[in-house]
């Protein structure tokens, strides 16, 4: 068998880290930068790591921020943060990882959704609609390119 190159957004995590684990005992290479080695809030930052990756099988989108806060008292800036990183961040590296996995005519995509998303829960409305709107991309995505073998997945864990 080929060998096979993943990538975990949000490396420095305790899931990444499991999941990584994971694929290199199945023998993937795996990368999983933290957010110094690639800022998923960053268009350049996500190009850039992209650039000198090579050929991507399975990407990850695991980095994820909360900023918990009842509405009323939640800051615009915590609002757009958490929408930076979980979802427009998974729109970033998607489209990077995309690229070359139309090349190839075969990936996979699996995004790191929560339960929230389908149950908000009280004090994370920005966590919730992030994940949501990170479901919708995921529905998108797998029906635009799974005619071309790339298959596109969200997981929602929750407690």
């Known amino acids: 068998m080929a060998a096979r190159t993943a990538l975990i957004t949000g490396g420095g995590g305790d899931l990444a880290l499991a999941v990584r684990t ?6 993937w290479t795996v990368h999983a930068p933290n957010r110094q ?3 998923v809030t960053s268009t350049a ?6 650039t000198g990756l090579g050929p991507l099988d399975l990407l ?6 909360i900023a918990d806060s009842p509405m009323l008292l939640a800051r615009p800036d915590q609002w757009e943060s958490v929408l930076a990183v979980n979802l427009d961040g998974a729109f970033r590296c998607t489209r990077a990882a995309l690229k070359g996995m139309v090349k190839q005519r ?14 908000g829960t009280e004090g994370q409305s920005s966590y919730a609609a992030a ?3 990170l479901i919708a991309l995921t529905q998108s995505v797998a029906l635009e390119y799974g005619p071309r073998n790339i298959r596109c997945n ?3 864990p929750g407690f």
């Open 22 to 27: 994971c694929l290199l005992a199945e023998g």
């Open 37 to 39: 080695e690639m800022d």
């Open 45 to 50: 930052a996500v190009t850039a790591f992209f």
């Open 60 to 65: 990850i989108n695991n980095a994820g921020v």
């Open 106 to 119: 075969q990936g996979h995509i699996i995004n790191i959704g929560s339960f929230a998303a389908l149950h």
């Open 131 to 133: 994940k949501a709107g």
């Open 154 to 156: 969200c997981v929602l």
